[in-house]
């Protein structure tokens, strides 16, 4: 069997990827801080769920934290990592920049120098579709250039690429980089627009619709992202032996067995489609407060999600309708409300 160390397995897509691979028989070990920025409560539930499931281990700690990922490393001996602790939130970078440089970029460093030390199998890191910033050739492929970052919370997940390729480099680390999109379905984060709308519908308050609503996402329900990434795991790159032998549209480097991969639905949505969406699953209206655009949010983001499919075979296809239903239906169930 397997073993897998997953950082950031309290979180929203933590929790769901580590379900997966139990349910898979891998044997897995998490490892989260548990921090505050959204309900803790929420994170110990998840934690709570797996740790009724035979082979699940879990620690609670920092990724900032080397001796802690060093006493995890010896008592369970990864093969692979999958590294998905960070800081999120685009506008939360606004607010508190240093906790970016701290968790994404540190932690990252640290939990990359664990697999070094390790000589792990595979190495799978959390990157974002945020990294494409100001790039408007959509939609969004791998190969595309990704130099302007619009928040330090994309920043920091580029230079985490950056870092990434240095170490597949030196140390024939075959590492693969994911760039998710918006990614929504049942445990999701409260900070995030769909939580926040469908909390703030059936709670009657209005919610914020920025830019007036023309933006537009690739939203990707959760289920299919952990399903790219469980078969990304058996997909590791290998250092080609010249830049020749790389297939078009591949990301891989010429120099290292690197990649970067986007899991996305490779579907365009207007947020106020996406909006209606919600209003139809609930059966009432939301009431709509239009604002400006926020500092550092990009006017649409739509993934070219063809590599994964190449690599896995697999294309992310559930639909807003049924992935909205799916949320909701988590949302009243965890809150006790009844349709």
């Not at 075959?174 to 627009?193: E, I, K, L, N, S």
Request: net charge negative; aromatic share 10%; with cysteine.
């Amino acid at each position: 069997m397997r073993k897998v160390l997953v950082t950031g397995s309290a979180g929203f897509i933590g929790f769901h990827l580590s379900a997966l691979l139990l349910a898979e028989g891998f044997v897995v070990h998490g490892l989260d801080a548990m921090t505050d920025y959204y309900d803790v409560r929420l994170k110990e539930r998840h934690h709570g769920q797996l740790l009724q499931t035979p082979g699940f281990s879990c620690t609670r700690g920092r990724i900032e934290d080397m001796g802690l990922l060093r006493r995890i490393g010896d008592d369970f001996a990864p093969d692979i990592i999958v590294h998905l602790a960070a800081q999120a939130g685009v506008r939360y970078s606004l607010e508190n920049p240093r906790s970016y440089i701290e968790s994404n970029i540190d932690g990252t460093f640290n939990v990359m120098e664990l697999a070094r030390e390790h000589k792990v199998d595979h190495l799978l890191m959390a990157s974002t579709s945020s990294v494409y910033g100001a790039n408007t050739d959509m939609p969004y492929a791998e190969t595309h250039k990704a130099d302007l970052p619009m928040t330090i919370y994309a920043a920091t997940k580029k230079a985490t690429e950056a870092m990434g390729h240095s170490y597949a480099h030196l140390y024939d680390l075959p590492t693969t980089m994911f760039r998710f999109f918006t990614v929504y379905g049942p445990w999701g984060r409260p900070d995030m627009a769909p939580f926040k709308f469908v909390d703030a519908i059936l709670n009657d308050r209005p919610i914020d619709i920025y830019n007036h609503g023309e933006m537009h996402r690739d939203f990707t329900y959760v289920g299919d992202l952990v399903r790219g990434i469980r078969l990304l795991i058996d997909t590791p790159p290998v250092r080609p032996a010249s830049a020749a032998d790389i297939a078009p549209g591949d990301s891989l480097s010429p120099v290292a067995p690197w990649r970067i991969v986007n899991i996305g639905n490779s579907e365009k949505v207007r947020l106020l489609d996406f909006i209606d969406a919600i209003e139809t699953v609930l059966g009432r209206k939301a009431q709509r407060n239009f604002m400006d655009m926020q500092p550092g949010d990009v006017h649409a983001t739509w993934a070219d999600a063809s590599l994964l499919h190449t690599l896995t075979g697999y294309r992310p296809e559930t639909d807003i309708t049924t992935g909205i239903r799916a949320f909701v239906g988590w949302y009243r169930d965890y809150y006790g409300l009844t349709d």
